[in-house]
């Protein structure tokens, strides 16, 4: 069965540091790959994708994301982190026709 | 372009009850799915529609049904709602059927919060 691992539930930084959330998925066939963000009382949106090509790919916001298919992961990335990068990021794999959701990571960000 | 629009926002049910939420996708777009997001369970994925078909369905119980109309609308309706329903009731469109590469990437609404008492 398809599944989705965020490996950090809470995540806690201070502006300026780096950022990697770790993601892992489970499924045997081909796959896209998505981030979305929650920020704090808004709605799910979309932060980057990947479907095929290049394995990293950037999204909005400075955010990037690097598919490794041998590892079955898909971590997102950020040099330096933002106060308004508060918010919880969920992870989503799609493959079968349905999406499938990691549980998110809360992402706090001390200014 | 307008965004996934959700109505109605909020909504407060006994046990018992049914209860019907309505989305509208972006323009254009075909396939609507729905997801269900609580703190202890996360998004769950309860179905996708397109071409006014079910497409694919996730573990709910048959109690939570939907449909699709010509234009692209979509309803969703719980019957014999339970304390354990309350949740926000996400609905999400894209252009094509979840998938097919690129074209299915899903744009979310803001949800409807389903209180149950």
């Known amino acids: 069965a398809q599944s989705v691992s965020q490996h950090n539930h809470h995540v806690i930084l201070s502006e300026a540091a780096s950022l990697e959330l770790g993601c892992n998925y489970s499924?045997?066939?081909?796959?896209?790959l998505f981030w979305y963000v929650q920020y704090p009382g808004q709605h799910l949106q979309l932060l980057l994708k990947?479907?095929?090509?290049?394995?990293l790919v950037k999204g909005i916001k400075g955010f990037e994301a690097e598919f490794i298919k041998s590892k079955f992961s898909f971590n997102l990335r950020k040099p330096s982190v933002q106060w308004s990068d508060t918010a919880e990021y969920f992870c989503?794999?799609?493959?079968?026709?349905?999406?499938?959701f990691g549980a998110g990571t809360r992402l706090f960000v001390k200014a | 372009k307008a965004g996934v629009t959700q109505t109605p926002r909020y909504l407060i049910k006994t046990r018992g009850q049914q209860v019907t939420l309505s989305c509208s996708p972006i323009?254009?777009?075909?396939?609507v799915s729905w997801y269900q997001q609580t703190p202890g369970q996360g998004l769950q994925f309860l179905f996708e529609?397109?071409?006014?078909?079910?497409?694919n369905k996730g573990n709910f119980p048959g109690r939570f049904s939907g449909r699709q109309f010509s234009n692209s609308r979509s309803e969703m309706n719980v019957s014999t709602l339970e304390l354990g329903d309350s949740a926000l009731y996400l609905c999400?469109?894209?252009?094509?059927?979840?998938?097919?590469?690129?074209?299915?990437?899903?744009?979310f609404g803001p949800g409807t919060r389903l209180t149950v008492l």
């Open positions: 990947y479907f095929s090509g290049d394995p």
């Open positions: 999400a469109s894209s252009l094509t059927r979840l998938g097919q590469g690129d074209t299915d990437t899903q744009y």
């Open positions: 529609y397109f071409s006014e078909t079910q497409r």
């Open positions: 323009s254009g777009h075909r396939s």
């Open positions: 989503a794999v799609n493959g079968g026709f349905k999406t499938i």
């Open positions: 499924y045997g066939g081909t796959v896209n």
